[in-house]
């Protein structure tokens, strides 16, 4: 942050003011760029897009009504709402015990060492290198279904998340663990009253990847989710796009619609997001 902090400042101290409000106009259009492109091309009328940039003549605010209605968007928000919301809530939990287990238990056991290891290395695996099997192994369990691609989000984030916990667990002193052992507690009461509320930073973090994934993620529902009732958000995008043409003002009203929630979460939960990840990077 110190470093950051230098960067625009001067040899004598001074604030460099060129170079923070070059930097500014460069966040801001980077940033509101292409959401201004979006707005703009989802209130404008198909005869409008020669040029994406312009203001529109007319606002067709009608737009978003009609893409609510063709992606059918009640039924779509709330099974991705189902996903990710289980998502988040098993992934939080079982992923936190399983890398607690580990980070205890890894200098003592090379079963456990030998899991991290495995866990880990799951992370440069390519989803597309497991595609095939992975459809017909959903099939055969019967996990090509909005319950199952559930808990399958969460086996997948398992790598990532054991990674991310385990740095943080074997910061926490083993001393906590054994002073609550003494007063009687099972392992799993001390990982439930001692060490999850402890990682609370971390929680919050694996908790914002994670529901940014499920939310925005196309590929896994495109392949699991056949059925038009359990499809997702990002599914109901594929409406708009025709064989010959694109209607891209009504794809772009969906997208918008689509990202709303997003936007939403985060203005309402902002200052509990920016704390979990500072906590955690300070941690």
């Known amino acids: 942050m110190s470093r950051i902090k230098n960067f625009f400042r001067k040899n004598n101290g001074d604030i460099n003011w060129p170079l923070t409000v070059l930097m500014f106009i460069l966040a801001v259009v980077t940033i509101f ?22 203001w529109p003549t007319k606002f067709n605010w009608h737009n978003f009504s009609d893409a609510w209605k063709l992606t059918d968007y009640p039924q779509k928000f709330l099974n991705t709402l189902f996903i990710t919301v289980i998502n988040l809530i098993f992934t939080v939990f079982t992923n936190s015990l399983a890398a607690y287990a580990i980070t205890r238990k890894r200098s003592q056991s090379k ?16 989803f597309n290198v497991i595609m095939l099997p992975l459809v017909k192994q959903a099939s055969l369990f019967n996990l090509d279904n909005i319950l199952g691609i559930t808990f399958i989000y969460i086996i997948f984030g398992l790598p990532m998340n054991t990674f991310l916990y385990t740095g943080f ?22 990982f439930r009253y001692v060490i999850f509320p402890m990682l609370k930073p971390v929680h919050a973090t694996v908790a914002i990847l994670s529901f940014m994934w499920t ?32 209607q ?36």
């Open 33 to 54: 760029g292409p959401l201004y492109m979006t707005l703009m091309i989802a209130v404008k009328d198909p005869s409008q897009m020669d040029n994406v940039l312009s």
């Open 111 to 126: 079963f456990f060492n030998a899991m991290y290891y495995y866990f880990i290395s799951a992370m440069f695996i390519p």
């Open 169 to 190: 667990i074997k910061k926490i002193p083993v001393a906590l663990d054994e002073a609550a052992e003494i007063d009687g507690a099972t392992p799993l009461q001390v």
């Open 215 to 246: 939310w925005n993620d196309f590929l896994m529902p495109l392949i699991l989710l056949s059925k038009p009732e359990q499809q997702t958000l990002q599914l109901s995008q594929y409406i708009f796009q025709g064989q010959f043409s694109t």
């Open 248 to 283: 891209y003002n009504l794809a772009f009203a969906s997208y918008l619609l689509v990202i709303l929630p997003v936007l939403l979460i985060y203005i309402f939960f902002q200052k509990w997001i920016i704390a979990g990840v500072t906590d955690g990077a300070v941690k």
